[in-house]
């Protein structure tokens, strides 16, 4: 099974409300920064998508299930694992840990798009490393 991408993040102050809890939709801030690098340790920035593709990547729907708040200084690991790969879409479950405690489970799809604004297909080397990276069946 292919392990899932990690990225670790440390809550700071601006991260947190007047009581130095992490804002919910933080937690929204930390998976992006996690998914845009699971993109670029293969190869790929979004930037250069941008200019010499003319694609770019939106969150077309996100489910959270905030389990326990994180706090400032606390040091977080976002797992993010490919759950599916359509021709202009993937699906990724993203969970936000603080050591062994899941604080929030996250479900994301996240669409290809043109300089429109309008669905399009995933790039061949986008749509190969992320069908490398899907479950093995058993």
């Not at 933080?26 to 920035?45: D, Q």
């Not at 993010?80 to 996250?106: H, M, N, P, T, W």
């Not at 996240?110 to 992320?130: E, T």
């Amino acid at each position: 099974m292919t392990p899932p991408h990690r990225l670790t993040v440390r809550v700071y102050y601006e991260d947190t409300d007047a009581g130095g809890v992490v804002y919910y939709a933080n937690y929204l801030k930390f998976a992006e920064r996690a998914r845009t690098e699971l993109i670029r340790a293969h190869g790929i920035e979004h930037g250069s998508l941008k200019t010499e593709r003319g694609l770019s990547f939106a969150v077309r729907h996100c489910t959270a299930d905030y389990r326990r708040s994180a706090h400032l200084d606390d040091l977080l690991t976002i797992e993010s694992k490919v759950a599916s790969v359509g021709g202009a879409s993937f699906d990724l479950s993203q969970d936000i840990y603080r050591s062994e405690a899941l604080l929030v489970a996250l479900h994301v799809k996240i669409a290809c798009l043109d300089g429109a604004g309008r669905p399009a297909r995933l790039p061949p080397a986008v749509r190969a490393f992320l069908s490398d990276l899907l479950p093995s069946s058993p």
